[in-house]
């Protein structure tokens, strides 16, 4: 399966902050990406769907202007989720869609604590 | 979305097989069923997944009925770094982006 690395593994930031993750698809070049959220003790909940070169899709609930996705190139998405808060605090998972069967394989994810 | 049914947790003795079932009676026909499991705080792991046929790799076996509306996922013989949530999926066809949805999964507890 392809392998799928994070960057950083845990943030802490103040409130009203911006913070990046980076998510690298480090043997596939993925044209989709895809953008989770898991809060502790629950599921995972898609949040958007990362295309190279065109805008992210967005899942219903899910602010666009807040969370910001850039996929810039085949081997590297981004979300910034801008001015955070407490409640945004919560572990970003990314997955590629890789292989010929279009499996999603994922990232180690990302810890975001916002203080 | 079809959405898959699963039993909240399972104990497995060590060395045992782990048989986890997974209902999803309103798949269609062109929808695959995936299993991922995800280990305390890490990202999901992919394990097998299927349209129809029995599958096995070097992790596991998933059997699906032939009426695809149930299918069970067999670890062959279960050892303590088996622990974990285990997700039934049945991704989205590609027509409508191959989305996962993921439902509470079952927890596994493989005990010594």
């Known amino acids: 399966g392809a392998v799928v690395s994070q960057h950083p593994s845990r943030v802490i930031c103040k409130s009203g902050t911006s913070v990046k993750i980076e998510c690298r698809s480090l043997d596939f070049q993925a044209t989709t990406m895809f953008w989770y959220r898991q809060f502790p003790k629950k599921s995972l909940m898609l949040m958007a769907t990362s295309n190279e070169g065109s805008k992210a899709t967005y899942e219903q609930g899910v602010e666009k202007d807040k969370f910001l996705i850039n996929h810039a190139s085949l081997t590297l998405s981004t979300l910034t989720v801008t001015s955070a808060h407490p409640e945004d605090s919560s572990f970003y998972i990314c997955?590629?869609?890789?292989?010929?069967?279009?499996?999603?394989?994922f990232g180690p994810g990302t810890r975001l604590t916002v203080l | 979305d079809a959405k898959t049914t699963q039993p909240p947790s399972m104990d497995c003795a060590e060395g045992r097989a782990a048989n986890l079932p997974c209902n999803h009676s309103t798949i269609s026909g062109n929808e695959y069923v995936y299993w991922y499991r995800q280990i305390h705080s890490q990202g999901p792991q992919y394990i097998i997944h299927?349209?129809?046929n029995n599958e096995t790799n070097e992790m596991a076996s998933l059997i699906i009925t032939e009426d695809r509306k149930s299918s069970t996922l067999i670890l062959p013989h279960a050892t303590l770094r088996d622990t974990a949530v285990y997700y039934c999926?049945?991704?989205?066809?590609?027509?409508?982006?191959?989305?996962?949805?993921f439902g509470a999964g079952t927890i596994l507890r493989v005990k010594s």
């Open positions: 997955s590629v869609l890789a292989g010929a069967s279009d499996t999603q394989y």
């Open positions: 299927g349209l129809k």
């Open positions: 999926i049945v991704r989205v066809p590609p027509e409508y982006g191959n989305k996962l949805v």
